[in-house]
Every structure is written in C-alpha cells, then in structure tokens.
C-alpha cells in the first residue's frame, strides 16, 4: 500500500526506522479500520527496473528518500537492516559503506569539524560557506574526497612551545576586575570623560553633528533614526519622527536604547521601528529642538553625557 506524508525537518537526517513509526502513526490515524503494527511492516521504493526495492532501517532518511519519492509500507515482517555496513565517520558525510567495497574517491568529505555560532552553521576547513537552515547546512559542499572511514577522524595535534623559556610561569594575582556600575560609581570613572565631553571641555563649546547642505536648499536631517532629506519650507511641529537613544547592537539583536521593548534581528526591520519622538526636523545648527511628542519615552540624556557623530554626506549614521 501508498501513502503520502510530509517528513519533519528534523527527522530528515535521522534514521529511516524513526520515519517508519512515524508514517505508520499517520496511516493508522486516517485508517482507524485498517491499523498497521510497525514490527510487521517495512518501507519499499521502486527501484530503476521498477522492481520494490526494501530500505534499510539503519539509512539516513535524506540519503535514501528524495522530494515527492513515492514509498510503499509492505505488509511483511521483513526488518530490512543495513547488513555488513558501517557508518562513515568522515566530516560531512555520515553515509553507510561495505568497509568490503571502499574505493578510492567514494567518500566526499570536510576535513575539519563544523561550527556553531549565533544562528550561522558551517565547516571550520570552509569558513567562507555558512547556512542559517539546517537543509542549507547539509548541503554545503565538501572539500575533500577520499575513501569512507569508520574511525573519527583524529584532532590535530597541539602546537608545543618552540622554546622553554615561554613556559607560563606562576604570577602576581592580577586586581578584581570592576564591574561597569562599579567603575562608574567610583573617583575614576565620574572623573573619565567620554569623547564629546572632553572636546567641550578642551573648546568651550559642545559637539555639534556636521551640517548636510544640499544645492537645493535642502538638508539632511540629523535625528537619530530619520536621517530624512527636508527643505526648511516644509518643515513642521510633527515633520520628524526619531529616537534619542543611542542604537543598540548584542549578538544578533538590534534596538533603539529608547526603545528597548522593540528588538530586531533584521536591520531593515530595526531601521523601520517607528519613533518615539516626533518634532521639527534638525539639520544640526543650533541647539536641537525639543519635540513636541514624546510617547511614552524616559526623560532625554543630559548634554553632558551625550556622545554625537556626525554624520556622512548621504547620512545612515546611527550616532
């Protein structure tokens, strides 16, 4: 008999015998008059000739089943096991091999094992190729070829110092580390003065962002998250919408430090939360306009702690 199912995701580098439970729980469900035993049935494909072909329960479902292949669950008590094979234990490859029938050139392989990080998948040996998906993952290209293996491969060898007289010796112990709000808190850190305001102090005057002037009479806005093109014609009370926080950017994530509810991890997705704050439009000359809405944000950063950049021709600064 036929049947039709949709394959987990997660189960695709699993084991056939896995699926097998699976289908035969899904066929069960739609066929409550006809159920099945597991222990008494097994997976069968057609082969080229269009002779049934019986599937290993032992194969990796993805290595043996393709998209839309038609499978057939046989009505027998034939368990099917993948006899006198091993597994390879090469990198990237994972395949059952007759250790009898290994040629030369038949096991395609990574040599150096893979990485994990943030969201990316990938081999150290190839670390210009990642994937985020676990199917684009699988399907990176390897790097080597070789014969099939059923021993992992062996760790590289740790370089040893090339002389012993960079041998770690015992030291001093080194002081407690401060913690940000400890150092902020102490002499030092309310003495520390952050780039701004040591160009105040030095000139007498505050830090300004650079002014943008187009030909037109036009200019580039200098809020934090519009960065918006305007003529001063057409600017007005409610013209402007931007944040006064500083951006924010950890691991993968990215927020307004004003708005730290609302968290991206796409950039054009964080470049399009709304602002907090709605006002004139600032090119940067005098002193910046209050905004005549703030929804719901904390009080605005005092002058003296605030950092500005200025910002490129064609803006996009985050500053």
């Known amino acids: 008999m036929a049947t039709k199912f949709t394959v987990p995701k997660g189960w695709r580098p699993g084991p056939v015998a896995k699926l097998l439970g699976f289908s035969v729980d899904t066929y069960n469900a739609k066929h409550k008059d006809h159920l099945l035993n597991v ?6 494909k057609k082969d080229d000739d269009g002779n049934f072909e019986a599937i290993g329960l032992e194969d990796v479902v993805e290595q043996v089943l393709k998209t839309k ?37 038949g096991c395609h392989h990574h040599v150096s094992p893979p990485f994990f990080h943030d969201c990316n998948k990938g081999w150290t040996c190839c670390p210009k190729k990642s994937a985020m998906d676990w199917e684009d993952f699988q399907k990176l290209p390897t790097c080597a070829v070789g014969r099939h293996s059923a021993e992992p491969p062996k760790a590289p060898p740790k370089k ?12 001093a112990p080194c002081a407690p ?9 102490s002499d030092e850190g309310k003495s520390a003065a952050t780039g701004a305001q040591s160009f105040a102090k030095s000139t007498g005057t505050k830090a300004k962002p650079k002014v943008v002037k187009y030909d037109d009479g036009s200019f580039r806005c200098q809020h934090k998250g519009c960065q918006a093109k305007f003529h001063p014609d057409d600017n007005g009370p409610r013209a402007c919408s931007y944040h006064y926080g500083t951006p924010v950017f950890h691991e993968t994530m990215k927020w307004w430090g004003c708005c730290p ?59």
């Open 39 to 44: 222990d008494e049935v097994h997976f069968a």
């Open 160 to 171: 040893e110092p090339a002389d012993d007289k960079f041998v770690a010796t015992k030291c």
């Open 261 to 319: 509810h609302k968290k991206k991890m796409d950039f054009d997705a964080f470049m399009a939360v709304k602002g907090c704050c709605v006002g004139y439009h600032w090119n940067g000359e005098g002193d910046d306009p209050e905004p005549t809405e703030r929804a719901g944000a904390p009080p605005p950063i005092a002058d003296d702690d605030a950092e500005v950049v200025e910002a490129g021709d064609e803006g996009f600064d985050l500053g």
């Open 177 to 185: 580390v401060k913690s940000i709000d400890g150092y902020n808190k």
């Open 69 to 105: 292949d038609e499978v057939f669950i046989e009505a027998e008590a034939k368990r099917v096991f993948a006899i006198g094979k091993v597994r390879c234990k090469n990198f990237g490859c994972n395949q059952l091999f007759d250790p009898d029938d290994n040629p030369e050139g």
